[in-house]
């Protein structure tokens, strides 16, 4: 600010000035820097910045849609089933059991199992999956466990089946029902999840749809 304009007789006044020097009206000083930028606004409504701030949009990040990646990008498809559309990383766990941890069944089934989950190695990929693919592949845990009961569960149900009803028909039905629920969960599980070509304590391989075999190394 650096001169006032008397309101009263137009005089240019020095902006350190309190009053008008000719006319010793008290300068209005802000009514006068109003004055200027209404003045300086009619002028020039586009080069407002002095006067006006103009509205800033808040910066977002920028928006990628499918179909505007950058070209070298190569477009994920998912590991699965070799769809485009509604592609995530995900985070899973891949184990590899050492053949040899399998002579602790000969401890029994119990420790066998609790070694081999103590000294099973896992390996942490992460791929691409389509929503559907990644949704169904999430539930393969529930249906191991689940398998892993109708054997493990039919086999002890079966046997109190035959000794309390002393049915033979009812215990073999029970074993029937366990071995179907273990055939069930297999199939569910080979279906979906991503085809292992390799896994070793050191990789994991997987064959994808369209890019062929997929390393993941420890
Ligand atoms: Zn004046
Ligand atoms: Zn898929």
Redesign the pocket.
Known sequence: MASIR?S????VNFGTETQ?K??K?PLQELLNIADERQADFNQNPQNSTSTFHSYQMPTTPPVFYEDQRQPEMPRMCCIKCNKQNNISMQNFKKDYVPPILYITFFLGILPGLLLIALLKVKHNVSAPFCQECWKNFRRIPGKDVLGLFGIIGGFFIGIFALVIFESVFLMLLIFAGGIGLMIHSQVFKSKHSPKYKKVTRKEVIITDPIYGDICFAR
């Open positions: 008397c009263n007789c137009n005089l008008c000719r006319c009206q």
